[in-house]
């Protein structure tokens, strides 16, 4: 097979394949950058394999990092834009079951490609649009079918995370995983245990968020690979449960994990310690926890108070709704966004009066009472019940 036309990404990292292949090498665009086009997906990392040893490679180019040179690759910088290539290579000896104890640089292409998790990022790409399949990558890729290179059981067991890739896969390509596959990730599912929690995370959420989500979450319970991931090991009725729901595609991480806490049945002060096993940035649990509650007003169709919006802001309201939806209890987003914009204030900083307005207008000294006294006027203000006008919030507050 040829592609007749390069994608521009291919066409800009030309020069780096021509100048390698002019010194007497074998270059190739390779993994999923090559599927993707295939695909007519977004490129998003151009990756190049090759012949050449990472000494050779440092000879042929004047500008060069070495990024990984223990592993082979270094990266080849072409104006301002950077290349990582790296050399074919055999790999042994996986101790922790994610990365080889021995990296063996060879001249074979073949070699390398063997080494690759699914068919379907096996393949290589030659300057020319010519495509090298050696392990009938695009009849997986034409059949949508996710299927290990080699045994399976062995690629798990050379990267365990290899089987949370193959159920990304499957949501974001709405692909199906083939069935000896399917068996070695069941039969090997334990060995996820042996993956850092921050690599599991990332594949889940882009298993969450594709657009064949019901496919990947079908071999992720099926597999019970859910087990093995933080807080999950008594999950499986609620993902069955999960399988039930409408298959539309979540739109953030957030709503991913504002999902997953209303299905566990979590609340606002178990889903902190949930995500930070889980490894998520403090803004991320932030926003899980104060959605949690607006999620809760709106499956109980309760009326959401300015407070409400307030507090919560309009993006994890928006998120919460979101969620609401696949239960049926969703409002129309252009009513939530009208609610939020007529506000009073949006947050503190807007408040037509600080401390030093009230310690020089009520002659206070700092205290516990000037906060009370703020934080009372910013509700206040927020339910419309006082102008946020400076003499009408001090004679307000002179009332206190």
């Not at 010519?130 to 399976?152: C, H, S």
């Not at 914009?341 to 002659?363: C, F, T, W, Y």
């Not at 009370?372 to 004679?395: D, G, T, W």
Request: glycine share 4%; aromatic share 8%; with cysteine.
């Amino acid at each position: 097979m040829k592609l007749t036309q390069l994608p521009d990404e291919f066409v800009q990292a030309l020069p780096v394949l021509q100048t390698i292949t002019q010194a007497g090498f074998e270059a190739y665009f390779v993994g999923g950058s090559v599927r993707d086009a295939l695909l007519g997906k977004k490129i998003h990392d151009v990756d190049i394999a090759t012949s050449a040893y990472p000494a050779e490679i440092k000879q042929i180019f004047r500008r060069t990092i070495d990024t990984g040179i223990q592993h082979g690759t270094v990266t080849v910088m072409q104006q301002e834009t950077a290349y990582e290539v790296t050399t074919f290579r055999t790999e042994s000896g996986y101790q922790d079951f994610r990365r080889p104890d021995h990296v063996t640089f060879v001249r074979s292409l073949r070699e390398d490609l063997k080494r690759r998790d699914f068919t379907i990022n096996a393949l290589a790409l030659q300057h020319d649009g010519t495509i090298i399949d050696l392990f009938a990558g695009l009849t997986d890729l034409e059949n949508k079918v996710i299927r290990a290179v080699g045994d399976p059981n062995e690629r798990f067991h050379e990267d365990a995370l290899r089987m949370m890739r193959a159920v990304r896969f499957e949501s974001q390509l709405g692909f199906r995983i083939e069935a000896n596959t399917e068996v070695a990730i069941r039969a090997q599912h334990q060995l996820l245990s042996k993956i850092a929690v921050e690599r599991i995370h990332d594949e889940f959420v882009k298993l969450m968020l594709g657009q064949a989500r019901y496919n990947g979450l079908v071999s992720f319970v099926q597999t019970e690979l859910y087990q093995q991931c933080p807080d999950f090991t008594n999950a499986g009725p609620a993902f069955k449960a999960l399988l039930k729901l409408p298959t539309t595609p979540l739109r953030s991480e957030a709503a991913v994990w504002l999902l997953i806490a209303q299905q566990l049945q979590l609340d606002s002060e178990q889903v902190k310690p949930f995500l930070r096993h889980w490894k998520s940035a403090n803004d991320l649990i932030y926003a899980v926890s104060t959605s949690l509650p607006v999620l809760q007003k709106f499956l109980a169709q309760q009326p959401l108070s300015n407070w409400d919006f307030y507090q919560a802001g309009l993006t994890n309201v928006l998120t919460a709704n979101q969620i609401a939806y696949f239960y049926g209890a969703d409002m129309a987003e252009t009513a939530l966004q009208s609610k939020y914009q007529q506000l009073p204030i949006k947050q503190r900083s807007e408040l037509a009066v600080n401390g030093g307005d009230l310690l020089q207008a009520l002659a206070l000294k700092p205290g516990p009472k000037l906060g009370q006294l703020l934080a009372h006027l910013e509700r206040a203000v927020v339910a419309a019940q006082i102008p946020n006008q400076k003499a009408a919030l001090i004679a307000a507050a002179t009332k206190l």
